[in-house]
């Protein structure tokens, strides 16, 4: 177990949902004392993602534009070549980002991917970027075997609170989340898990997430909070949009329950703007997707988050490997 990261606590969904019941100023600074004590330096981190076989999911997450049963005109791919991801991969580094995320839109991987993916992590791991991968659903083994390839981070969602769980997504059980999260636990990789905000859940719903995060013991290194992107051709395409301080207010709960993540200003940046982007980062986020696609849908312009950080005054984190590129 990280050290870093032990529990010292546990957040009821009672104690989450009293969180979102502060007034607006009072929870905002709340969230600042906690990322002041535990992120003194207030740098920003930067992941980069790479889709690296894009659609023709077998599953029905109702928010996902590469489920194969939605038409979303997204076009299936294979497993990219190692050249093309290592391309990618020196482009994100010399742009200046810290970690870089291979994405795959798999329910599950085989083994033979596994195989696969594992020469790519030690080829971007080389180059002295941090490496991240979602690719679904793991066994123990194969947890085990990304960890032994140098994988730093499994990003693997819980998405939504259990009881919201079933309303998005059926062909797999949320139990099923927890076991591939133990998995990487065990296989001594750190852990990225987070979830999507504005699918139509309740403000209890979003606490109960959020409980299940925190309790998560040891709690995620990383948090990605995703905001709902509405891709036309899924389920909630036509979803009303969240008002967007219930999302701030997310934000700054997930950096009081969990004080030593960095929280991931994620999916949906683009439709937030900068005013609300600049509240999360009061807020406590601490790390956002940077560069212009996220997996198949738009992120905002490098250069326009590199502007917004300089206007904001925050400094950009600097890996202890890589040298300042920006
Ligand atoms: N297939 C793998 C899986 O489901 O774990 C990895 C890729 S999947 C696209 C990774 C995550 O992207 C999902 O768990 C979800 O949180 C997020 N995501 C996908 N579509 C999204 C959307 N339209 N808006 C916000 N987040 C989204
Ligand atoms: C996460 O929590 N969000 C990222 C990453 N982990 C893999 C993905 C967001 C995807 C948004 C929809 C798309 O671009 O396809
Ligand atoms: Fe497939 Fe992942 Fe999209 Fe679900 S979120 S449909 S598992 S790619």
């Known amino acids: 177990m990280n050290p870093m990261t032990q529990q010292i606590t546990s957040w009821s969904v009672s ?21 002041d004590e535990y992120f003194p330096d207030g740098d920003i981190e930067l992941a980069t993602l790479l889709s690296i ?18 038409n979303t005109g997204i076009e299936a791919t294979k497993l990219m070549d190692l050249e093309e991801v290592l391309d990618a991969a020196k482009a994100a580094k010399a742009a200046g980002s810290n970690r870089f995320c291979m994405g795959a839109a798999w329910r599950e991987p085989k083994d033979r991917d596994i195989e696969k993916v594992a020469v790519m992590i030690r080829e971007v791991k080389a180059l002295g970027l941090e490496t991240c991968a979602t690719l ?5 083994q194969q947890a085990q075997a990304l960890s032994d390839a140098g994988l730093d981070f499994y990003n693997h969602n819980l998405d939504s609170s259990e009881d919201f769980y079933g309303t998005v997504i059926k062909t797999r059980e949320y139990q099923d989340r927890i076991d591939t999260l133990t998995h990487v636990r065990h296989s001594g990789m750190s852990v990225c898990c987070g979830g999507i905000i504005g699918m139509g859940e309740s403000r209890r719903q979003r606490a109960a997430l959020i409980s299940r995060l925190a309790n998560l013991s040891p709690y995620p290194e990383s948090v990605p909070i995703n905001h709902l992107v509405p891709v036309a051709g899924t389920p909630l395409a036509d979803q009303p949009p969240l008002d967007p301080l219930e999302f701030v207010r997310t934000i700054a709960i997930a950096r ?61 984190k600097v890996n202890q490997t890589t040298e300042v590129a920006v």
């Not at 683009?270 to 956002?288: D, K, P």
Request: glycine content about 8%.
């Open 15 to 35: 104690q989450v949902a009293a969180l979102y019941e502060l007034s607006f100023p009072a929870l905002m600074a709340r969230a600042a004392e906690v990322h």
């Open 256 to 316: 009081i329950t969990m004080p030593k993540a960095r929280v991931r200003l994620s999916a949906g940046r683009q439709e937030l703007g900068r005013s609300v982007q600049a509240m999360c980062f009061m807020a406590g986020a601490n790390s956002i997707f940077y560069g212009d696609k996220l997996l198949t849908t738009n992120n905002p312009e490098a250069q326009a988050d590199l502007d917004l950080l300089r206007e904001l005054g925050l400094k950009i």
């Open 53 to 70: 076989k894009t659609g023709g999911c077998p599953e029905d997450c109702s928010y996902c534009p590469q489920a194969a049963r939605y």
């Open 136 to 140: 679904g659903m793991l066994e123990a």
